[in-house]
C-alpha cells in the first residue's frame, strides 16, 4: 500500500490540477498498480492465524529435509548429476514458495505478527537434514569411534557451513559487514540486478552441486545449506516474489559453476582421499 501526497497550489487552476492528477493516475496504471481508495487491511481471526503460523513452521523446517532425502535416495547415483541437482533446486524453489504463501497476509506483511523464527527454523531444518544424510547407526558410531583426520574435517567444515548460515541469516547488522564486502555487494547489485546470497553461492550450491556429481553424502549435507537459505528468502514476506525467485536462480546458476570447479578440483586433488563417501 502507497500514499501520495499532493500538494494543491492554490495560483492554479482547478482544471490545470484535475489535469496532473488525471495524468498521474494514468501513469500510475501504466506501471502496474492498481489506484483506489484507501481501506484497512482485513485480518484473520485467532484460530486461523495460528494454524497458518504453525503450518509455515512445519514446512519451513520439513522443506530441505525432504528435499535431501529425494536427493539422496532417488536421485544420486540413478540420475544424471545435472539433471539431480537442477530437479533439487526445483523441489527447493516450489518448497520456498509453499512456504512463502502462507505467510503473504496483511498481518506479516505490515510486520504485525509475531516475528518469524528464523534462526530457529534453520537449525532445525539442518538438524533434520543430518537425520536425512546419516542413519541412526552411522551416528552412533561416529561418536563411538576414535576421531580421525578426514572425520575432524568433515566436522569442521559441516559446523562452520551452519555457523555461517545462522549468524548471517535474517537482517544482519552492518557491523557484520566488512567495507569491501558492502562494495562487492553494491557491484553485485549493479551487474546482476539482485544479489545472490553468499551462503548459498559460495556453501549451499556448490556443494550440492558437487554431492551430485561425486556422489558424495557428506558433501549434501554442507550442500543442504542452499535448501535452508532459499526457504529463509522467502521468509522475507515484505520482499517481493520475483525477487526472491531471481536471487534463487543466479545462486543456482553462479553456485553451480563454482560446483562444477570444486568437483573437478576434488577429483584431481588429495582431498579425495579425505571426503571419500563410505
Known sequence: VRFILYPLDEKRSLNDTLSEVKTLYREIRKAGSSVGRAAPPSFETLPLHRLRKYLYLCLSIITPGFVLYAARFYLIGKVGWLKGYLVSNLLILAGAILVASFISSAEYMLKLADAIPVK???????????????????????????????????????????????????????????????????????????????????????????????????????????????????????????????????????????????????????????????
Open 120 to 278: 530457529f527454523i534453520m537449525l532445525s531444518s539442518f538438524i533434520l537434514s543430518v537425520m536425512v544424510v546419516y542413519s541412526f547407526k552411522e551416528l552412533k558410531g561416529f561418536w563411538a569411534r576414535p576421531l580421525k583426520m578426514k572425520d575432524a574435517v568433515i566436522f569442521a567444515a559441516v559446523i562452520i557451513a551452519a555457523v555461517m548460515a545462522l549468524v548471517r541469516s535474517g537482517n544482519v547488522s552492518p557491523d557484520y559487514v566488512s567495507g569491501q564486502e558492502l562494495a562487492l555487494r553494491e557491484f553485485l547489485e549493479r551487474v546482476l540486478t539482485v544479489r545472490p546470497r553468499w551462503k548459498e553461492l559460495l556453501i549451499g550450491q556448490p556443494f550440492l552441486l558437487a554431492a551430485f556429481k561425486l556422489n558424495n553424502r557428506h558433501f549434501l549435507l554442507i550442500g543442504s545449506v542452499a535448501a535452508v537459505s532459499v526457504v529463509n528468502t522467502f521468509l522475507h514476506a515484505h520482499t517481493p516474489l520475483w525477487i526472491s525467485i531471481t536471487r534463487t536462480l543466479v545462486s543456482v546458476v553462479a553456485g553451480g559453476a563454482l560446483g562444477w570447479l570444486l568437483s573437478l578440483l576434488y577429483e584431481k586433488g588429495s582431498s579425495r582421499r579425505l571426503f571419500r563417501d563410505g
